[in-house]
């Protein structure tokens, strides 16, 4: 999506290991979210943040963390990845709190 | 917890109006009603949004009941390109999504 990248878009990765996904944008927004979507649960937020060095936890964050350091880039950090964090990860993006957000083509992790 | 209601399926003969509809009747007096889609497994993407009064856009149109406890979307003349699954969302700075509406176009 124009303004929005995700990378790795797939990982394969071992139980134990530490794994990070990036997300950038190049359109200055302040607000960044992901999500992790799984089959029967929808898109659930992970963690957001609403400027630089300024994030929050979302309903399904433990496990994970974020960083933020600058504007253009909010990673999400799994600190020591589980089979149940396998999952399709969503950046977001968005220019205000009640603006509609824009999406990244996502990140397929699979954790073996 | 789930804020919003909607069908799980709906069908639309192409070329017809798509009318999806919503229930939200514990909105509270400054969340937004949004509503994005989701092609197979790209990732969402932002239809439209209000707050009170009806909005339009080059995609859809928005209805939103004057007590805000419910609301339609639009798309006035769907395409076999709109077959997707239709989420409606109401929050305001962080939004959750339910499982949506499933809408299949056939032509």
């Known amino acids: 999506d124009a303004g929005i990248t995700q990378s790795p878009r797939h990982k394969v990765t071992e139980t134990g290991t530490p794994v990070t996904l990036r997300c950038h944008q190049t359109e200055n927004h302040r607000y960044m979210y992901w999500y992790r979507q799984d089959p029967g649960h929808g898109l659930r937020l992970i963690h957001y943040s609403y400027g630089v060095k300024d994030t929050d936890k979302g309903e399904v964050s433990d496990g994970y963390s974020v960083s933020r350091s600058k504007t253009e880039d909010f990673l999400l950090t799994l600190e020591s990845a589980t089979s149940s964090q396998t999952s399709v990860y969503f950046c977001?993006?968005?220019?205000?709190?009640?603006?509609?957000?824009?999406f990244g083509s996502g990140t397929r992790l699979t954790v073996v | 917890d789930a804020k919003t209601t909607q069908p799980p399926s709906m069908d639309c003969a192409e070329g017809r109006a798509a009318n999806l509809p919503c229930n939200h009747s514990t909105i509270s007096g400054n969340e937004y009603v949004y509503w994005y889609r989701q092609i197979h497994s790209q990732g969402p993407q932002y239809i439209i949004h209000?707050?009170?009064n009806n909005e339009t856009n080059e995609m859809a149109s928005l209805i939103i009941t004057e007590d805000r406890k419910s609301s339609t979307l639009i798309l006035p003349h769907a395409t076999l390109r709109d077959t997707a699954v239709y989420y409606c969302i109401v929050g305001y700075s962080t939004l959750t999504f339910g499982k949506g509406t499933m809408l299949l176009v056939s032509p």
């Open positions: 209000g707050l009170k």
């Open positions: 977001a993006i968005a220019g205000g709190s009640n603006y509609g957000y824009t």
